[in-house]
């Protein structure tokens, strides 16, 4: 069986946590720039209208009760981490989508002992973290993801095997994955407006609105999704970035934050028994362009003091010119193994963006 879960309002819940009074308020995490924008928007603060990526000023004028909280993404890795471990225990792997969403595959065919899994992991979450967490559980992965999308906020739901397409069926087609808002229009000018409807196209009709691609979304939509939960076990690389809310010029600044990567890309190399000697910087500058720097270490490391100052040699080799940088990246590759300890099999995919240019 997979699980899906997704903590919910993931920054504002991490706010709400540390912060009691900021509790029941309508809250926004959003940086204080002219151009910033919500980055999450606590449940409180949603029947105002207020969304994720809406630009501040809007939100403040929809609700001007809001409370404005700045993003603290070193807290939200840590309560990630934990929450992480919670799903691990008890999984065959762990498959993370982002730093508040993960598939878990679950070692049983049984839908009661998922769901059993799934409510022990929502409490331990909730007792251990303090965190609220939405749970999907399915014997296939999109479904598990639609399931825990519809359980939201703080819920569980469970479509037991057999009773997927049946439960897709009458949900509009933008529901699917690989379904985005143009390729919707075109269906809906012929009239596909529903999964249901979609899963009962002939192979004709298939092949023309889709092409070869066809064949392989109607299986989706006919509720049969045989992708695995595959863990990232292969590590080439463990890396750990961040995007400032403002453009940094300080270079004082760009070395503390190295500084708090390094920590956090020397932590988990130790979770999973791992070592690099390749050390490398990524910069995004204020014109996004990208560059990077990397060095060697003679000797494989995991010491974040080893990691810190070849990153800093790094930053002072980069070539800013006037430009400020938006975002930091620490990456350590050439990785061996510890043939003492075990390798987790999950490592955390917080960096959906390659170290392009390193
Ligand atoms: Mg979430």
């Known amino acids: 069986m997979i699980a899906h879960f997704d903590l919910d309002a993931f920054y504002a819940s991490v706010a709400q946590l540390d912060d009691p009074s900021l509790r029941?308020?309508?809250?926004?995490?959003?940086?204080?720039?002219?151009r910033a924008v919500v980055l999450t928007a606590s449940y409180e603060a949603r029947p105002f209208g207020i969304r994720s990526a809406m630009p501040l000023y809007r939100a403040r004028e929809l609700c001007p009760q809001l409370v404005v909280v700045a993003p603290n993404s070193a807290r939200y890795r840590e309560v990630s981490r934990a929450c992480f471990a919670i799903f691990?225990?008890?999984?065959h792997a762990v498959e993370g989508l982002s730093l508040d969403e993960a598939f878990v595959d679950v070692p049983t065919d049984s839908l009661d002992a998922a769901v059993d899994y799934a409510r022990g992991v929502r409490e331990r979450v909730r007792a251990e973290v303090g965190m609220p967490v939405s749970a999907g559980v399915s014997t296939q992965k999109m479904v598990a993801k639609i399931a825990c999308d519809e359980a939201k906020p703080n819920g569980l739901k469970a479509i037991p095997a057999g009773s997927e397409a049946e439960y897709l069926a009458p949900m509009p087609v933008g529901r699917l994955w690989g379904v985005g808002p143009k390729t919707q229009l075109r269906?809906?000018?012929?009239?596909?407006?529903?999964?249901?409807?979609?899963?009962?196209?002939?192979?004709?009709a298939i092949l023309r609105l889709f092409g070869r691609w066809g064949r392989e979304l109607r299986e989706l939509a006919r509720?049969?999704?045989?992708?695995?939960?595959?863990?990232?076990r292969e590590t080439s690389s463990v890396s750990s970035e961040t995007t400032?809310?403002?453009?940094?010029?300080?270079?004082?600044?760009m070395h503390r934050?190295?500084?708090?990567?390094?920590?956090?890309?020397?932590?988990?190399?130790?979770?999973?028994?791992?070592?690099?000697?390749?050390?490398?910087?990524?910069?995004k500058r204020d014109d996004f362009t990208i560059v990077g720097r990397q060095t060697s270490v003679a000797e494989p490391t995991r010491d974040a003091r080893i990691i810190e100052a070849a990153a800093g040699r790094c930053l002072e080799?980069?070539?800013?010119g006037s430009h400020a940088v938006r975002l930091l990246g620490v990456r350590v590759a050439s990785i061996t193994e510890?043939?003492?300890?075990?390798?987790?099999?999950?490592?955390a995919q917080e960096n959906a963006t390659p170290f392009e240019g390193v």
């Open 338 to 347: 510890d043939t003492s300890e075990q390798m987790s099999m999950f490592v």
């Open 257 to 283: 934050t190295l500084s708090e990567l390094s920590v956090d890309v020397a932590e988990r190399l130790a979770k999973y028994g791992l070592r690099g000697t390749t050390i490398g910087i990524k910069i």
């Open 223 to 232: 509720g049969n999704d045989t992708r695995k939960v595959e863990p990232d």
């Open 187 to 204: 269906l809906a000018a012929e009239r596909i407006e529903t999964i249901g409807q979609l899963a009962a196209l002939g192979d004709d």
């Open 244 to 253: 400032f809310e403002y453009d940094v010029r300080d270079v004082a600044e």
């Open 317 to 320: 080799r980069s070539t800013l």
């Open 24 to 34: 029941g308020r309508p809250l926004a995490i959003s940086g204080s720039s002219r």
């Open 88 to 91: 691990e225990a008890g999984a």
